[in-house]
């Protein structure tokens, strides 16, 4: 009768001990493979939003640029409080084999300044160092193997004058730091 007490443990088979084991075994890689497409569908998402949503596949033969902005971003009056969305548009520039490289992007607004003459007057000097209001934008990284329309966001502090502020906006690709600037208006 041993031999029958080897086949039971705690009342049950061990062939039942066996399947209630496999079970929670497939349980649990069933739970893994639902949390790492998970996973994979925000990192999905995630690189979609970071290229824009008219992002096309990389062509071996062609490299693409960033700049500012449509004159509807800087044409618009803001108000504090509101989210300067700045849509990068790319440029090809140029095609045939290159090394692909991630691409820094980043934007600030710096004023308030009286009139457009005044910026432009200051902005001669170097960016002065005691404006009231600098807000700047978090810095993208895109790659130049994809034609994109990157967003920055820029939130107008609450404490933004009336005026016009310089809107900075710099490209730095492969070591070269490209920078251009416009002018937007803030009214309270």
Request: glycine share 8%; proline share 4%.
């Amino acid at each position: 009768m041993k031999g029958c007490s080897l086949q039971r443990v705690n009342g049950h088979s061990i062939e039942r001990r066996i399947a209630v084991a496999s079970r929670s075994l497939l349980q649990v890689v069933i739970g893994s493979l639902l949390v790492v497409s998970i996973l994979l569908g925000a990192f999905i998402t995630t690189a979609h939003s970071a290229y824009g949503a008219g992002a096309k596949a990389a062509d071996s033969s062609i490299y693409w640029g960033f700049s500012c902005c449509s004159s509807a971003e800087v044409d618009t009056v803001y108000h504090p409080g509101e989210f300067f969305n700045l849509n990068w548009m790319s440029t090809e520039v140029g095609t045939g084999p290159k090394t692909r490289f991630w691409v820094a992007l980043k934007a600030e607004i710096i004023g308030p300044f009286s009139s457009v003459k005044s910026l432009k007057k200051s902005m001669t000097m170097l960016h002065p160092k005691t404006m009231p209001v600098e807000a700047k934008s978090k810095v993208l990284r895109v790659l130049n193997a994809y034609e994109s329309n990157p967003l920055s966001i820029i939130k107008i502090p609450s404490n933004a004058g009336t005026g016009y502020y310089d809107l900075v906006f710099t490209s730095l690709e492969n070591g070269v730091t490209s920078e251009g600037a416009s002018v937007i208006r803030i009214h309270r």
